[in-house]
């Protein structure tokens, strides 16, 4: 198995797994317990709770674990609109993001709440001057996503953040992609990000939010996670996360250029009639989502079983709809259905790169009745 969907998770690092093993065993107790034990839980949770606070790299604010980034978008956007003064009722938003946050933008139309999509350019990148435009004194939140998940392109959220701020308005970033591998701008209020795109567990992001930007308390329960969001935490989640957001942090040059490497080799593999999707240089090089039409993308990665690929995203594999992202780069549906996202990073090979490269290729090519 090629496994070349980094995008949709990555590995668990082996450094993180050991981390982790103690919890899990031995150390059972409950980190909200006063007893020694629990103690102890505690502790390792508020250590995890600063590692990952350090790889997020912004200061005046404080972190809450989340039981996933899809959580804590939630908490950011129904909370802040909860808080937000009457007279402010808007989210600016883009197009392109995640489900996790047009979905509860949706959410909230329906509670009267109002919300302006801004378009992208066909690099999939926002024009300052919309963002401006679109600005006034009834927004309260701005929602933009540091890198994109299905094409990988970089928003300017700290050019964004600064029009933002001079209109009043608060800045979420959803920094689930670019965290660990870029550096988060400064200029976001509230940032949220996830452990398993980092070679962290599964079900476990966090919420940063800046002093005085924080969203109204999320779940009622136990009061943990300072009375915002209850439940007990899990610290063997915590401590992964923490383990994972240290080793990215100090991996992260050589991670880089890693990835960078791997997409001259990808690209460079590639037989003339593929087009890259998105912007080629405001971009993430670990996410490579090319077309070559008229190709059935479905068909190619049901095809080819032992190259782990996607077609950009989950939602978009599932509902058999073309992707909203492509979609809004102007591509028409037969572009967006040809289209196939390889996502690598720390553990792929050049060699295996290039042999699903080759082999993606040939069954494209194939498909189409071309010659190899
Ligand atoms: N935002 C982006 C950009 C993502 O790629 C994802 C995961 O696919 C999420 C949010 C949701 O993260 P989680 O899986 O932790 O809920």
Redesign the pocket.
């Known amino acids: 198995m090629i496994y070349l969907d980094y995008?949709?998770?990555t590995p668990v690092a082996p450094e993180v797994a050991e981390a982790m093993q103690p919890w899990i065993e031995d150390k059972f107790a409950n980190p909200h317990s006063p007893s020694r034990w629990g103690r102890e839980a505690a502790a390792a949770i508020e250590v995890a709770r600063k590692q990952v606070e350090q790889a997020i790299g912004l200061s005046g604010g404080r972190l809450a674990f989340t039981g996933?980034?899809?959580?804590?978008?939630n908490w950011a956007l129904k909370g802040t609109m909860e808080k937000a003064p009457q007279s402010r009722r808007r989210i600016v938003t883009v197009a392109t993001?995640?489900a996790?946050?047009l979905d509860t933008c949706e959410w909230l139309e329906g509670q009267n709440y109002a919300v302006t999509r801004l378009p992208v350019n066909s690099g999939g990148l926002v024009d300052l001057e919309n963002v401006r435009a679109a600005l006034d004194e009834t927004v309260a939140l701005v929602a933009m996503?540091l890198?994109?998940?299905e094409i990988g392109v970089i928003q300017p959220v700290a050019e964004v953040a600064s029009l933002a701020h001079e209109a009043g308005a608060l800045v979420l970033c959803?920094a689930?992609?670019g965290f660990g591998r870029l550096n988060i701008p400064d200029g976001p209020d509230l940032v949220?990000v996830?452990?398993?795109?980092i070679h962290g567990p599964?079900?476990?992001?966090a919420l940063w939010m800046r002093a005085g930007a924080e969203p109204a308390p999320f779940l009622h329960g136990g009061g943990q996670e300072l009375g915002m969001r209850s439940g007990t935490l899990s610290p063997e989640l915590c401590v992964g996360f923490g383990a994972a957001a240290k080793l990215a942090t100090k991996q992260r040059e050589t991670d880089h250029a890693h990835v960078e490497a791997l997409w001259d080799a990808a690209t460079a593999e590639l037989s003339s009639g593929w087009t890259v999707n998105g912007s080629p240089d405001q971009r993430y090089k670990g996410n490579l989502n090319i077309r070559h039409e008229p190709l059935d993308a479905a068909r190619l990665i049901s095809d080819l079983r032992d190259i782990a690929f996607s077609l950009g995203?989950?939602c978009a594999s599932g509902s058999g709809r073309p992707s909203h992202v492509l979609r809004a780069l102007g591509l028409s549906d037969r572009e967006a259905r040809s289209s196939i996202r390889l996502g690598f990073g720390r553990y792929t090979t050049k060699s295996e790169l290039i042999d699903a490269v080759r082999r993606i290729d040939g069954a494209a090519r194939a498909q189409q009745g071309l010659a190899a």
């Open positions: 995008q949709a998770t996933s980034a899809t959580e804590a978008l993001e995640h996790a946050v996503m890198v994109n998940n959803d689930v992609q949220a996830s452990a398993h795109k599964k079900a476990i992001g995203s989950a």
